[in-house]
């Protein structure tokens, strides 16, 4: 049984930092890509970032560029996010996602239950 847990999440104040953590099992982590995504209240889920296999390459939505890092350990089988210069517009629930896919949530497989980050102005 595949499972994706998220942990990290918290409350921050803008301006801050945070990383969130996806832990994976039940899979073979290392052939997969990885990808965060984000729902705000009364907003649909979208795409944040994205990271191959390897984690030699990664990909970001336009409004996290600069600001946010993805990341992997295949030999933790997590996937990380860190997340800089936080403003109150990343307050969202933070969704982990494996499989095949890249930037569009129909390509994943596999979700976490999510994580509730919060940015206070």
């Known amino acids: 049984q595949v499972q994706l847990v998220e942990s990290g999440g918290g409350l921050v104040q803008a301006g801050g930092s945070l990383r969130v953590s996806c832990a994976a099992s039940?899979?073979?982590?290392?052939?997969?890509?990885m990808g965060w995504f984000r729902q705000a209240p009364g907003k649909e889920r979208e795409f944040v970032a994205a990271i191959n296999w390897s984690g030699g390459t990664t990909y970001y939505a336009d409004s996290v560029k600069g600001r946010f890092t993805i990341s992997r350990d295949n030999a933790r089988n997590t996937v990380y996010l860190q997340m800089n210069s936080l403003s109150p517009d990343d307050t969202a629930v933070y969704y982990c996602?494996?499989?095949?896919?890249?930037?569009?949530?129909?390509?994943?497989?596999?979700w976490g239950q999510g994580t509730q980050v919060t940015v206070s102005s």
């Open positions: 996602a494996a499989g095949r896919g890249w930037s569009r949530e129909v390509e994943y497989d596999y």
């Open positions: 039940g899979l073979t982590f290392r052939s997969v890509n």
